[in-house]
DNA sequence: ATTGCCATTCTTGTATACAAAAAGGCTTGA
DNA sequence: TCAAGCCTTTTTGTATACAAGAATGGCAAT
């Protein structure tokens, strides 16, 4: 049968090939990212076609795909227009994470394993070694890879996939944070209380710490909507 | 400026009319669900747009939308295949259902206003009254007001959004689940023991009343994936 | 008989053509 | 001067045509 050879097929190739709509749609993410299409533009399907080089087809099934990650919103019949999140959005969106992170800490400090703990004591390590050389864009990488396994260990992949979908719409946001003098240091502590935490197998105590590492209060809310334009609506 | 128009067009209009491709997607979820179409089974475009008497065109907007959504997984260049989920993501889904209500719970208590505790309270009384009627359409309907209320009443639009989306994934699931002997009633004495933390400001009980409200355990479990065909893969 | 290769047939992905709807501008009337 | 209605232009939504890749079946070689 023709869908059996299919599956077979698929479990073989995991590095399948992308369609151009998929490239296109991550290259309009980074656009909208770094500022090329300002909130609330319109973004016109000809225009986008040229510039990439295709037909509309492929722009459309981008803009569809950008649309259910909430990064443009599609109006019937109007058009696409670029959708930044403002800063209360944002709050929100942040206060979902620590959340959903708290719930990974909470989980995993109960269900880890033993390699998935020395998992994250080695990751911990590699990021307390990256603060040391103060270079943020690796302590970056080494943070997300941290959260990551935490994501991992809390025993349950739908969850572990939320936080990713999540962690990932937040990214722009969350690397600017880092920028902030002392963050990074203060990043670690709180890392090495959570980890503590979950050595402790006390779920409470890591979700709490989880929580604090990653809401933005404080001096960190400030930073983050100094960051935002004062979007004129 | 057209953008500007646009915009006031959109405000006003609420109601904004629908694509073909949104209605397909409603339509083939609604096909999915009822098992028309059997999990791992390929959505072949050309029959789908016959059925549908469309082009392939809106029907693969559809199915990306699906795709999205998690009901099917597009395998590039081979076709889109249902998806449904197995007990253990089931499992898992539920379980952040569970945790994402708890939150919203949480929240709930320490943010919710007069009125919106009146609200909740007036959803309660109508699970109620359903409930002696042994109407569970009706119950299950009511149900989910009641839940929505709370996810409005974390204060959170994105959690509460989360929250909705999740929901509506696990629609077809939940609905089983109250077709059991004596869930209606137990599940309007959880519901008071939800309210009354709340009105207690009590977020922590709140969260754990609601969390063994939606967790699936004990005899839920074995309903749950008894309802599930033995998946042969 | 089985395995590997090739050709045919289908299916998906993309381009283009066409239809329908909305935006922008113009005219006309007060 | 402003507003309302109509017409033109622009833009989205859908259909169709075409290209490229994958599945299936047959054939040949071992």
Do not use: W
Request: charged share 30%; net charge neutral.
């Amino acid at each position: 049968m023709a869908i059996l050879r299919a599956k077979k097929a698929y479990a073989k190739c995991n590095i399948m090939e992308r369609r151009r709509a998929d490239c296109i749609a991550d290259d309009l993410e980074g656009l909208i990212f770094d500022g090329t299409f300002a909130d609330g533009e319109r973004l016109d399907e000809v225009q986008l076609a040229n510039r990439f080089s295709v037909s509309r087809t492929p722009v459309r099934e981008a803009l569809q795909r950008l649309t259910q990650s909430g990064l443009v919103e599609q109006i019937p019949r109007r058009g696409v227009f670029v959708r930044q999140p403002g800063p209360v959005e944002l709050l929100e969106m942040f206060e979902v994470m620590a959340e959903l992170e708290a719930v990974c800490a909470r989980l995993a400090a109960s269900r880890i394993s033993d390699e998935g703990f020395k998992n994250l004591l080695d990751a911990n390590k590699r990021c307390k070694s990256v603060v040391e050389a103060q270079d943020t864009d690796t302590y970056y990488r080494e943070n997300e890879r941290f959260h990551a396994i935490l994501y991992r260990q809390s025993g349950n992949a739908f969850l572990e996939q939320e936080c990713l979908r999540l962690q990932r719409r937040l990214q722009p946001f969350r690397r600017v944070q880092l920028r902030v003098r002392g963050r990074m240091s203060q990043s670690m502590a709180e890392h090495e209380a959570i980890v503590a935490a979950i050595g402790d197998a006390d779920g409470e105590r890591a979700a709490e710490a989880i929580r604090q590492h990653v809401s933005v209060q404080g001096e960190k809310f400030h930073h983050l909507i100094a960051r935002l334009k004062p979007a004129a609506e």
